[in-house]
């Protein structure tokens, strides 16, 4: 069966300071990858999403970046974070028919 | 293009009573539609989903939805409210305008309180 892994689970990071957060898949390949953030109150803003190795589509411009170095990797990033950057931060992957949610990243910048 | 609007941010309802969370789509093509719960500090849980199959759609822990195509709405209900529902819920509709990137759309979501 498929499973999606994220981590950290929660992260306190100082404003300014760089940002990785990692999501990988297991049990499918080729999978369609994205990344959601939940801020505080707020319902879910797609962030990026991949159709492949590489292949990255910012949906919104942002102080944020995304790669897929692998099939089932996908990396969130940040050279420097701001407050606004604050949030619940989540991976999904997708089978053409709906998406599966990994457990997410609290991220708290000070 | 489509957009998804939950009516209603907060609903609460008493333990036993009728759950009915408010959805309502536009879409220019037959949508496919979606109901995703979150627990508090997890991801999201696919509840059910249409697919153009049979308008009432069964999903877990009770829930089902109606697709009413008159209406453009898919609500979701549940007949008796139990405490463990109590969660934020997502209705959410298939992004076509872009092929064969599984996008959804998402409406804001509508917390759901159960009050004992």
């Known amino acids: 069966s498929q499973t999606i892994h994220q981590w950290p689970a929660t992260l306190v990071q100082p404003v300014g300071s760089p940002l990785s957060l990692e999501c990988t898949v297991e049990g499918t390949s080729n999978p369609n990858l994205y990344w959601y953030r939940q801020a505080a109150g707020r319902g879910l803003q797609l962030l990026f999403y991949?159709?492949?190795?590489?292949?990255i589509s910012s949906e919104v411009p942002q102080n944020l970046s995304a790669s897929r170095p692998q099939d089932r990797q996908f990396i969130l990033s940040s050279k420097k974070l701001l407050l606004s950057d604050s949030g619940f931060y989540l991976c999904?992957?997708?089978?053409?028919?709906?998406?599966?949610f990994g457990p997410g990243t609290r991220l708290t910048v000070l | 293009a489509q957009s998804v609007t939950q009516l209603g941010s907060h609903v609460s309802v008493s333990e036993g009573a009728l759950v009915l969370l408010r959805c309502n789509y536009s879409s220019s093509v037959p949508p496919y539609l979606f109901w995703y719960v979150q627990y508090p500090n997890q991801g999201l849980q696919l509840l059910l989903k249409?697919?153009?199959?049979?308008?009432l759609v069964k999903g877990i822990n009770g829930f089902e939805a109606e697709f009413k195509k008159s209406e453009t709405s898919f609500h979701l209900t549940k007949p008796s409210a139990h405490m463990s529902d109590a969660a934020e819920y997502f209705c959410?509709?298939?992004?076509?305008?872009?092929?064969?990137?599984?996008?959804?759309?998402f409406g804001q979501g509508t917390t759901l309180q159960v009050k004992p």
């Open positions: 999904a992957w997708s089978d053409q028919r709906h998406q599966f």
């Open positions: 991949s159709v492949g190795i590489g292949q």
């Open positions: 249409y697919t153009s199959a049979a308008t």
């Open positions: 959410a509709v298939s992004d076509t305008s872009s092929s064969n990137t599984g996008k959804l759309i």
